[in-house]
């Protein structure tokens, strides 16, 4: 979301990524081109080290924490 300060302290806030309309057309379009994201999914407890390779940039695709097969 970008923020502008505009005369008047007045704020104008919008987003680059659209709606929710927009968005929901996305989904489905990728739904429909068999169109994945590239993820890296890990256990909650493998936390503090995704911490430490997002610092060392050594992070190809985006972290998810799988919860709910951590907490068995």
Same mark, same amino acid.
């Given at each position: ?26 989904? !489905? ?26 610092? %060392? %940039? !050594? ?6 924490? !799988? ?6």
């Amino acid at each position: 979301m970008n923020c502008l300060t505009v005369t008047g302290m007045r704020t104008l806030t919008g987003s680059a990524t659209g709606g929710t309309k927009q968005t929901q057309e996305m989904l !489905d379009f990728c739904g429909a081109h068999k169109i994945y994201p590239e993820v890296e999914v890990i256990p909650i407890q493998y936390a503090n080290e995704a911490l430490e390779r997002l610092i %060392k %940039k !050594d992070v190809k695709y985006r972290f998810v924490i !799988d919860i709910e097969n951590s907490l068995n």
